[in-house]
Nanobody, 126 residues
């Protein structure tokens, strides 16, 4: 069982930055693929970024590539999402997700993740 707690959301002006954190419980954090997803009312949960457990490589949605950076610190059981050059369309509730040894083919699919945080709201004003 893994529990995830996000933090770092808030209100920021367009062009600004935020860093989201996702703290995970458990002793086997390094064996979990970690992902960030976002959701706005009435829409499905959207893939943002993920870091594979197997090779540590980060993968991004095209909409955030070059602006967002995801990383993980296995010693601290924490994943991060650094968001730069934020745009109003980045406004959403951001969720951290984890899945045990999730393979690359499923890394962008929210249905492949077993564990979710409660979400943190990010609002970007124009």
């Amino acid at each position: 069982q893994v529990q995830l707690v996000e933090s770092g959301g808030g209100l920021v002006q367009a062009g600004g930055s935020l860093r989201l954190s996702c703290a995970a419980s458990g002793r086997t954090f390094s064996t979990y693929t970690m992902g960030w997803f976002r959701q706005t009312p009435g829409k499905e949960r959207e893939f943002v970024a993920a870091v594979s457990w197997s090779n540590g490589t980060a993968y991004y949605a095209d909409s955030v590539k070059g602006r967002f950076t995801m990383s993980r610190d296995n010693a601290k059981n924490t994943a991060y999402l650094q968001m730069n050059s934020l745009k109003p369309e980045d406004t959403a509730n951001y969720y951290c997700a984890a899945d045990y040894q999730l393979l690359l083919f499923g890394i962008r699919d929210p249905h492949k993740y077993d564990y979710w945080g409660q979400g943190t709201q990010v609002t970007v004003s124009s």
